[in-house]
């Protein structure tokens, strides 16, 4: 059974730094396009961030360019979401995404486009 586990969301003050984690388990993911999503209450669930499956093209919501930085390991079989400069606008959960579609581009940003999502982890910044 293929399963996400998101981790390393909490509390953060407004400026702070956070690091997601994403696993992946019960399938290899080295060749697939993978992405990060967040919801915050009473919202839908917004693009944050997509990364190709060499981890040589990127994409970034343009609320979250230039502080946010997404990688992956796919020796781990996992992938990253780095948070910087957060603000209190970053509140929600976020959840990581995998595709395993065919795919022909090399970032997808519509969360239809995936096929396998975490459960999501919290992230709260306070002013």
């Known amino acids: 059974q293929v399963q996400l586990v998101e981790s390393g969301g909490g509390l953060v003050r407004a400026g702070g730094s956070l690091r997601l984690s994403c696993t992946a388990s019960?399938?290899?993911?080295?060749?697939?396009?993978m992405g990060w999503f967040r919801q915050a209450p009473g919202k839908e669930r917004e693009f944050v961030a997509a990364?190709?499956?060499?981890?040589?093209?990127?994409n970034y919501a343009d609320s979250v360019k230039g502080r946010f930085t997404v990688s992956r390991d796919n020796a781990k079989n996992a992938w990253y979401l780095q948070m910087n400069s957060l603000k209190p606008e970053d509140t929600a959960v976020y959840y990581c995404?995998?595709?395993?579609?065919?795919?022909?581009?090399?970032?997808?940003?519509?969360?239809?486009?995936?096929?396998?999502w975490g459960q999501g982890t919290q992230v709260t910044v306070s002013s």
């Open positions: 995404a995998a595709r395993v579609r065919a795919s022909f581009r090399d970032a997808y940003t519509r969360a239809s486009d995936y096929d396998f």
């Open positions: 019960g399938r290899t993911f080295s060749t697939n396009p």
């Open positions: 990364i190709s499956w060499s981890g040589g093209n990127t």
